[in-house]
């Protein structure tokens, strides 16, 4: 990086001084990972002095021939480590962002004041999903267009209930059920989810934002023989670049979805999509298909139950009593300390998690009841059962009352 310490020093100490943080530190947020060294020099290859708005052969400017040629080769390739077929799926992996791909589906397949039907911010939900207050106010920008409702864990199991879903949806009549979220640490029955949405006549999205690398590499079931559409980010199990892509089946929703979905990408939501982010896509896509990869999707979740295990044998309560994936969910109320009061303690020990809601949260969003922690990025650094018993043993320390 000499040209970039010459040309601007300050921002060349602060990227420094934040690669000797995240060496320095274990990253066990769940939604943050280590890309390769390939992957980062994808992303910082001449690819972004290009702008190319529209689809591989239909750009709106010349000289994009490369740019054709990659992204063509990154559709494929999404479809590849998924095992699908282009004949029955359409892949745009132009998304700058899961929200944006979120909200590219809802504006393809729904009309403004449709109704939706997702699982609750507050039980591991998406804000994206829709999400408003119990009296109604919206917060997310989705729940100001379109009519939404939600869908609970069970109180005492803390995990999903499909006959109350399916209740719920009987209900609300929605045209769109979706399943995912950010702090569900169970693996959800998809087939189940279908079944519901059928019973009603609504869409099935599937949102593997988290999941995306671990139903890549085997560790965890796919949502693709079920789902009408499947939305994913690249940043988080699947080791890419900050990125997205929506997967739509045109066997379910007919060939003409390959249009829609595209259309509410660009020029609907976005102009130019980022050549250098979805060149780095391509490359983890790339290291995905590699035998490796699925050791490393089997680690994530191995590690994360021994985690899991071991805060259970201490007293934490654990949301769910464990975890089928890469993130571990506490309720701190039983240790009469705060999420955020436990992530800023941690912090100070070197370990970076995050406070979120938990099931009946009783606190503020800002000031939760719950912690979550994640596998990913310790176990890119080789991180095995062994290590995590170490981690677990300081986590316990950090957070036992007599700290």
Avoid: C
Avoid at 28 to 42: F, L, T
């Amino acid at each position: 990086m000499s040209k970039l310490q010459q040309t601007d020093p300050e921002i060349y100490a602060l990227i420094q001084a934040e690669e000797k943080r995240q060496t320095d530190e274990l990253a066990m947020i769940p939604s943050e990972n280590i890309v390769s060294e390939a992957v980062k020099e994808a992303v910082g290859s001449v690819l972004m002095n290009k702008y190319s708005e529209g689809q591989p052969g239909k750009r709106y400017y010349q000289g994009n021939g490369n740019i054709d040629a990659i992204e063509s080769l990154v559709e494929q390739r999404a479809l590849q480590v998924f095992g699908l077929d282009s004949k029955d799926w359409h892949v745009n992996v132009q998304p700058v962002t899961g929200s944006i791909a979120n909200f590219a589906v809802y504006a393809a397949l729904l009309s403004p004041g449709d109704r939706m039907l997702a699982m609750s911010l507050y039980d591991g939900g998406h804000l994206t999903h829709g999400w408003k207050l119990p009296d109604g106010k919206p917060i997310s920008f989705t729940s100001k267009i379109y009519d939404t409702y939600f869908y609970n864990v069970d109180p005492q199991t803390e995990v999903f209930d499909y006959a109350q879903i399916a209740k719920i949806a009987a209900q609300v009549k929605p045209q769109i059920l979706i399943s995912g979220g950010t702090a569900y640490p169970r693996e959800i029955d998809y087939a189940k989810m279908r079944e519901i949405a059928d019973s009603v006549g609504a869409i099935y999205m599937a949102d593997v934002a988290h999941e995306a690398g671990l139903i890549a590499g085997g560790a965890n079931t796919s949502p693709f023989p079920h789902a009408h559409v499947v939305t994913m980010t690249t940043r988080k199990t699947l080791r890419g670049p900050i990125g997205a892509m929506i997967f739509a089946s045109k066997k379910l929703l007919g060939d003409s979805v390959a249009e829609k979905i595209d259309f509410a990408v660009f020029p609907a939501l976005q102009g130019g999509p980022q050549n250098h982010s979805i060149a780095g896509i391509g490359v983890a896509l790339h290291e995905a298909l590699q035998p490796e990869f699925k050791t490393y999707a089997q680690q994530v979740v191995k590690n994360a139950q021994v985690l899991a295990a071991e805060l259970k044998k201490a007293g934490f309560h654990v949301v769910s009593g464990g975890t089928d994936k890469h993130l571990i969910l506490l309720d701190l109320r039983n240790k009469g300390i705060s999420g955020k009061d436990a992530a800023l303690a941690l912090e100070k020990v070197g370990i970076i998690t995050n406070k979120n809601t938990v099931p009946g949260e009783t606190g503020k969003p800002w000031n939760p009841s719950g912690l979550r922690l994640g596998t990913p990025a310790v176990t890119t650094r080789g991180y095995t059962e062994k290590d995590m018993l170490e981690v677990a043993k300081k986590i316990i320390a950090t957070l036992s009352p007599s700290n």
